[in-house]
């Protein structure tokens, strides 16, 4: 079982940074693979970025790659969200999440992801 917890939302104008992290308790944090997913009124959630246990490989959507990075830190059992040069259009509830490093493929797939935060609200400003 893993808990999440979510931290760092708030409002930032167009151009700015926020860097998100995720708390997780339990034992098997560095055993598993993280995501990161966001969700905006009326829409679907959608994947943002995810790392692999040993944060060797990281995986980025389109639309974030070059502003946002994830990072973990497993001796905290932390994970991490830098967004940098956000856009209006990044605005939307962000959820950590994660799932067994035995998993494969399918990071931006939200249903292979058996552990979720209660999510952190981001808000860009025009």
């Known amino acids: 079982q893993v808990q999440l917890v979510e931290f760092g939302g708030g409002l930032v104008q167009s151009g700015g940074s926020l860097r998100l992290s995720c708390a997780a308790s339990?034992?098997?944090?560095?055993?598993?693979?993280m995501g990161w997913f966001r969700q905006s009124p009326g829409k679907e959630r959608e994947f943002v970025a995810a790392?692999?246990?040993?944060?060797?490989?990281?995986y980025y959507a389109d639309s974030v790659k070059g502003r946002f990075t994830i990072s973990r830190d497993n001796a905290k059992n932390t994970v991490y969200l830098q967004m940098n040069s956000l856009k209006p259009e990044d605005t939307a509830v962000y959820y950590c999440a994660a799932r067994s490093l035995y998993i494969v493929g399918g990071y931006e797939d939200s249903k292979k992801y058996d552990y979720w935060g209660q999510g952190t609200q981001v808000t860009v400003s025009s």
């Open positions: 339990g034992r098997t944090f560095s055993s598993s693979t």
């Open positions: 790392i692999s246990s040993s944060g060797g490989s990281t």
